[in-house]
């Protein structure tokens, strides 16, 4: 099974960012997680459409943009314009997923949502068949830093096999608390790609860890 890192620049140093979105693009990950938040769906305030332009011009790498806002429909395609290649909405954050879904992908992107913590898997029955990648949080979003929650894993297992019983082909993302220690039980449990901010940008040698992430057993 292919395994994709997405480096998130939620820990770079927005003083530098186009050097750290250069170190991505030389790296052996594939993606840059781009971590938007309202200040309403989680407790903090990050960046957003002016962010996303020069991240568009610094790279070729797939942009998955992780949206914590509210009523993410009113803002979906011009994410899209912005420059996605993923766009990810919460499930908890709208009364209309299948109307966000529909507007990603008329604006031209590929379609992710994510679930909190407390949100069972089975949340997102019914839509499975109408995405391209479900992201598991494993923190609770707002911040980077904090430490992985372990009952995750089970979510991952329980995701992993509704699409394999379904016989579908969404990729799982597993995005909070990610480092090499644990990456290897991720992707063991089912993961196609993972979020690592504080892991990334936290060492002096950031595109070594993203390769020992790349490699966890
Ligand atoms: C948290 C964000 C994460 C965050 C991960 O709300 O969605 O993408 O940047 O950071 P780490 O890897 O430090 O947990
Ligand atoms: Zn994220």
Avoid at 119 to 139: C, R, Y
Avoid at 182 to 202: C, K, L, R, T
Wanted: glycine share 8%; proline share 6%; aromatic share 6%.
């Amino acid at each position: 099974m292919k395994r994709i890192v997405s480096p998130s620049i939620l820990s770079a140093d927005f003083g530098n960012l186009e050097r750290d979105i250069r170190m991505i693009d030389r790296s052996a990950a594939e993606w840059v997680h781009v971590d938007v938040m309202d200040g309403v769906f989680v407790p903090n305030i990050s960046f957003g459409f002016p962010v996303m332009k020069p991240l568009r011009r610094a790279t070729r790498k797939v942009l998955d943009v992780h949206l914590m806002i509210t009523e993410p429909e009113r803002y979906l395609r011009r994410f899209v314009e912005a420059g996605a290649d993923f766009v990810t909405f919460h499930h908890e954050a709208t009364r209309d997923a299948r109307g966000c879904i529909a507007a990603i992908r008329e604006a031209g992107a590929k379609v992710g949502i994510s679930i909190k913590p407390a949100t069972p898997p089975e949340a997102l029955g019914d839509l499975l068949p109408e995405i391209d990648m479900a992201l598991v949080m494993s923190v609770e979003p707002g911040f980077g830093g904090q430490s992985f929650i372990p009952e995750s894993l089970d979510k991952i297992r329980t995701l992993d096999r509704m699409r394999r019983d379904a016989g579908l082909g969404f990729l799982i993302e597993v995005d909070g608390g990610i480092s090499a220690s644990n990456a290897g039980e991720v992707f063991a449990a089912g993961a196609d790609a993972v979020v690592a901010g504080s892991a990334v940008f936290g060492t002096t040698d950031p595109e070594a860890e993203i390769r020992k992430i790349l490699e966890a057993r």
